[in-house]
């Protein structure tokens, strides 16, 4: 099966920031955990230095290796995917069309367009610095988060719907309901997932769930997310 169309079975998937210390063993843990993937991304601090880094750390096991592309400065070749977030709920249109828009004009002749993955992201939690840096209006009402996922599936066609709550627990009833909304998109969730009882809930919800902040904080939870969502 071609790693696009293995997304949709996806349960799982660890994210691992280029901008964070990760140790050796913490990191063959992650990739030997049984998780569908490893994302590549965060919101600041990611240079082609520091993911060039840690790809060639990753690629020492054999879990996909996926890049989400937050600074055109630090795309770096050989990830097998490439994530490509267009913010929803932003109230600057250079983070739903502006900066690809630029990207294309400047490297259309070396982007890998069949390995792009394009993600519909609606950012949910104020606090978090990706509400900040995208100017998310992050104080949607359910419906409205409902309505702005149905857009990216029935309108737009985007094969992933990303519900964004970082750093803390989301409203897993608005998650729910978007996800009822929605026909053929994929719903990722991240935000709060931190041990087996969070994935659980949260894997009830959505169709993958995206685990990050716990690698950092108590990884041995971390790692039971896994069998929590795929057993």
């Known amino acids: 099966m071609e790693l696009k169309q293995a997304i949709g079975s996806w349960r799982h998937v660890f994210k691992i920031d280029p901008d964070r210390s990760l140790a050796e063993a913490a990191l063959e843990a992650i990739c030997l955990s049984g998780t569908d993937a490893v994302i590549v991304g965060g919101s600041s601090g990611v240079t082609y230095e520091n993911t060039v880094d840690l790809l060639s750390r990753v690629r020492q096991f054999e879990v996909p290796c996926v890049l989400e592309v937050s600074d055109l400065e630090a795309v770096v070749p050989g990830f097998d995917l490439y994530l490509i977030p267009m913010v929803l709920n932003t109230k600057n249109p250079d983070w739903l069309i502006g900066h690809h828009a630029r990207a294309a004009h400047k490297y259309s002749f070396l982007i ?35 309505a702005y996922a149905q857009i990216a599936d029935k309108l737009l066609h985007l094969p992933i719907v990303y519900l964004e709550y970082s750093g803390m627990l989301g409203d897993l009833e608005l998650v729910s309901t978007v996800h009822r909304s ?14 087996a009882d969070t994935a659980r809930l949260a894997g009830a919800a959505c169709d993958t769930i995206v685990v990050g902040n716990a690698l950092y904080s108590d990884l041995e939870q971390a790692l039971t997310t896994v069998a929590a969502v795929k057993s």
């Not at 719903?187 to 931190?194: A, M, N, V």
């Open 182 to 195: 929605l026909s053929d998109s994929r719903l990722f969730y991240g935000g709060g997932i931190k041990d």
């Open 112 to 146: 890998p367009w069949e390995q792009l993955i394009p993600e519909g992201y609606i950012i949910l939690n104020p606090d978090c610095t990706a509400a900040a840096i995208a100017e998310a209006d992050a104080s949607l009402t359910e419906p409205m988060a409902a």
